[in-house]
């Protein structure tokens, strides 16, 4: 990720996790959202009854957005790793190049109970994020860019030569119980070559950094949060996009941030005008490469975030373009990548 381009111009997500649970209130939110000039919307996996899961919900918004990049949490704890990378690429074709993932691994022994396994806590919880992270970028990669052919004449859909073995097996020092995915996928290889993958700076360390293309950063409160962001810079360096979490509430049609910020549970939110949110996202901006939006009211702040902020931001050329029909990894400013058997096939003659 360079951090030099734009002169440090940043990006803003935004959090939908109050946008609804049907396909219509998710695309009429996430439109909104395009539509105030944000550059992602990510998705929350916390389970409901009748539901829709985040990755299901991204899905719904794909063929309705243009420009707008959309990225799910997906758990890498309780979820079979060949699915969640399956499904991420499906997003990704149904989003034209445009989607990512924030691996998730957090203590839920509900989820465990349901699927018959035992709890993971503690660093089994990083290693659990780091295998599945793995699995799905060798699947991504088992498909070479050009391994369907689609030949009539012989009625082959694909050169089988151009399918490789993920070949994973969890290392010996695992905590959780080991598995092994042989491969390869069941989809060709998604529009990016590999979807950019984002993790909590809680993660790192089981999760190796140069595994992931982007850490999201959160602090106990907003003054603190420009320092955290730094101290991640320092740990991961330049090429991994580092993003501040940040809760909002803003005044908005006569209700003042102060009165509204109990749904932030005790007042870890910016809560203010959104001349002061603007002058604060500025500064922010100048550390970190991004930063992800969680508004106490998407009916309420969006409002304002769209009116007041976002054009304010570009107005003082805090925010970076919005790229209409790019990648997510073109906002991150990441190259696609060559498929990592394509080049070893090539060495062996193959």
């Keep these: 990720m360079s951090t030099t381009d734009n002169n440090r111009a940043g990006f ?26 944000f550059h992602a919307a990510t998705f929350t996996d916390a ?12 899905a719904f918004a794909g063929p309705v957005t243009r420009s707008i ?4 949490e997906v758990d890498t704890v309780y979820t079979e790793p060949f699915h969640i990378s399956t499904q991420l690429a499906s997003l990704d074709y149904v989003s034209g190049g445009r989607a990512g993932w924030i691996a998730t691994a957090a203590e839920a022994p509900g989820a465990a109970a349901a699927v018959g396994r035992p709890s993971v806590t503690g660093a089994a919880l990083g290693q659990e994020a780091a295998a599945s992270i793995e699995v799905s970028r060798r699947l991504w990669d088992s498909w070479e860019d050009d391994a369907v052919i689609r030949d009539v004449a012989t009625g082959r859909y694909i050169d089988v030569d151009k ?20 491969g390869p996928s069941i989809i060709p290889r998604p529009l990016q070559g590999q979807l950019p993958v984002l993790v ?17 950063v959160s602090a106990p409160t907003p003054e603190l949060l420009a320092a955290e962001v730094l101290d991640v810079r320092s740990r991961v360096g330049a090429s991994v996009a580092v993003i501040a979490e940040l809760d909002v509430v803003l005044d908005s049609r006569g209700q ?13 939110a910016f809560a203010g005008t ?22 106490a009211s998407l009916a309420l702040d969006l409002d304002e975030l769209g ?3 976002l054009p304010e931001l570009r107005r003082r050329g805090a925010l970076r373009p919005v790229l209409q029909d790019g990648t997510f990894r073109d906002l991150l400013g990441l190259e696609r990548p060559a498929s990592r058997y394509a080049s070893a096939a090539a060495g062996t003659g193959k």
């Design 256 to 268: 003042a941030a102060a009165s509204r910020e109990t749904a932030f549970d005790g007042g870890r």
């Design 12 to 37: 803003l997500a935004i959090e939908l996790d109050g946008a609804g649970w049907d396909g219509a209130d998710i695309s009429r939110a996430v439109l909104a959202a395009e539509s105030a000039g």
């Design 274 to 295: 959104a001349a002061a949110l603007t002058d604060f996202l500025e500064s922010l901006l100048a550390a970190a490469d991004g930063v992800r939006l969680h508004p």
């Design 307 to 309: 009116r007041l902020v």
């Design 47 to 58: 389970p409901a009854p009748g539901r829709a899961n985040a990755l299901q919900r991204a």
């Design 200 to 216: 909590p700076a809680s993660l790192l360390g089981e999760v190796p950094a140069d595994a992931v293309d982007a850490v999201l």
């Design 163 to 182: 399918l490789h073995y993920a070949d994973f097996e969890t290392p010996a020092d695992f905590a959780g119980s080991g598995y092994s995915v042989k």
């Design 69 to 72: 990049a959309l990225v799910p």
